[in-house]
Nanobody, 120 residues
């Protein structure tokens, strides 16, 4: 059993910052790519940023130069530093990871989500 748990969501004013964390636990053999997605009310879930096992990163245009994704492989964690937040960043943020369990089974896992609300 593998589980992802996010934390760090909060209510923040425009221009503020937040740091989201996501911890993977369970029978983990290896973690490959990790990512953050978000889903705003009435919209589809969208990709925010990805990070490979080697640390290569990619960002979607709306968050470039404001958000930073990072990971701690020793602790099986991924982070999202969000600066200069805007009201349009308001969403539930989900952690996503490509994980091979100790039994060899490989799958994509999702966390339960953490709410980020940016007030204007």
């Amino acid at each position: 059993q593998v589980q992802l748990v996010e934390s760090g969501g909060d209510l923040v004013q425009t221009g503020g910052s937040l740091r989201l964390s996501c911890a993977a636990s369970g029978r983990i053999g290896a973690i490959f790519a990790m990512a953050w997605y978000r889903q705003a009310p009435g919209k589809q879930r969208e990709l925010v940023a990805t990070i490979s096992s080697g640390g290569s990163t990619n960002y979607q245009e709306p968050v470039k130069d404001r958000f930073t994704i990072s990971r701690d492989n020793a602790r099986n964690m991924v982070f999202l530093q969000m600066n200069s937040l805007k009201p349009e960043d308001t969403a539930v943020y989900y952690c996503n990871a490509d994980i091979r369990s100790t039994n060899g089974f490989r799958n994509t896992y999702w966390g339960q989500g953490t709410q980020v609300t940016v007030s204007s």
